[in-house]
């Protein structure tokens, strides 16, 4: 199984990045998606994940209204609309794979290298 997110990068405050996690060895159909975030001296921070079934999106606090997950099964691909951005944002960015949607690092089986996104001016 390989994950492999793209899409981070340098942005300034209030703009927008899209973030891709595309797979190959799993059918994304049948997991749960997260995305993660973590920043320098930080632990990882839960931020999004989407559900198996039905697709049900959950977003932490820090990031809702703001960013939007959504999957592509055709693609075997999930992406994460990131707008409004803040400086504190500021994190590289994993995917990861699990059987059920959670905010617990541990329910995940798979996890992509992560993708930078720096937000500043």
């Known amino acids: 199984v390989q994950l492999q997110a793209s899409g981070g990068g340098l942005v300034q405050p209030g703009g927008s990045l899209r973030l891709s996690c595309a797979a190959s060895?799993?059918?994304?159909?049948?997991?749960?998606i997260g995305w993660f975030r973590q920043a320098p001296g930080k632990e990882r921070e839960w931020v999004s994940c989407?559900?198996?079934?039905?697709?049900?999106?959950y977003y932490a606090d820090s990031v809702k209204g703001r960013f939007t997950i959504s999957r592509d099964n055709a693609k075997n691909t999930v992406y994460l609309q990131m707008n409004s951005l803040k400086p504190e944002d500021t994190a590289i960015h994993y995917c990861a794979v699990g059987g059920s949607y959670s905010p617990r690092p541990q329910d995940y089986n798979y996890w992509g290298q992560g993708t930078l996104v720096t937000v500043s001016s």
């Open positions: 989407i559900s198996s079934s039905e697709g049900s999106p």
């Open positions: 060895g799993v059918t994304l159909d049948y997991y749960a």
